[in-house]
Structures are given as structure tokens and as C-alpha cells.
């Protein structure tokens, strides 16, 4: 087929792909202990439908094995990696580490001249 030459995917691989990657998202959103609407909240892109069947499949699973869901560490992480930053400079970051240092005269670009980038 020319198209799988050409590297263009047919309209049934894509859809077989997409249904394949929301029931992956819903398996780890279940297996995270997620919400089925936390799961769709955080991942707007993908089919609902694969999504919720995915976290069908795994809550299925789970209940027949006896397996507990497993608490997601990234929220845990960033607060304890803000919180060991704190510790080490020993000062709170203030709404002040949120803005960009302020421009000093060795920061600021000289203006560039508008249409031709050099004289003729």
C-alpha cells in the first residue's frame, strides 16, 4: 500500500491507536487510585469511552487480585523537593521569587533597526 510507504497512517490505525492509549490511561488512572472523572479532567484529549474502559478493566482486575491502588508520588515530590529548598537557604520564597530580576543596563538588548539587515 503507498500509503504505509509514505509513512501516512490509515484512518482505522488511528483510531485503533487512540482506543489502545485511553484504555492505558484509564488502567493508570485506576491503578493510581484516580477518580474516573479526575482521569478525564486531567487527560481532555483522549476517547472517554477507551478511558473509562480501560479503568473498567483495571478496577476488574484489581478487585479479583486483591490489589490496592497505588498513591501517585509527583504531588508528593515537588512539595517535598519546595520544602527541602526552604530548609537548605534557610528563607521562605516570598511572591517576589515568582517575578523575573529586574533589567539592569547590561541586560537590556540595543534596538534593532526595522527591514534590511545590512546598508547598500
Not at 478511558?51 to 515530590?77: C, H, S
Not at 523575573?100 to 541586560?107: E, G, Q
Request: proline content about 8%; charged content about 30%.
Amino acid at each position: 500500500m503507498v500509503t504505509g510507504a509514505l509513512g501516512i497512517e490509515s484512518p482505522e490505525k488511528v483510531a485503533v491507536a487512540r482506543e489502545a492509549d485511553g484504555k492505558a490511561v484509564g488502567g493508570a488512572c485506576r491503578h493510581a487510585g484516580r477518580a474516573i472523572e479526575d482521569c478525564y479532567t486531567m487527560n481532555k484529549k483522549a476517547d472517554k469511552a477507551a478511558v473509562f474502559a480501560g479503568w473498567r478493566d483495571m478496577n476488574d482486575y484489581m478487585r479479583e487480585n486483591k490489589i490496592e491502588p497505588v498513591a501517585p508520588q509527583l504531588a508528593t515530590q515537588v512539595a517535598n523537593v519546595g520544602r527541602k529548598a526552604v530548609e537548605s537557604d534557610g528563607t521562605k520564597p516570598g511572591p517576589a521569587a515568582d517575578k523575573p530580576a529586574p533589567k539592569t543596563a547590561d541586560s537590556v538588548k540595543p534596538p534593532t533597526r526595522g527591514g534590511k539587515a545590512h546598508d547598500s
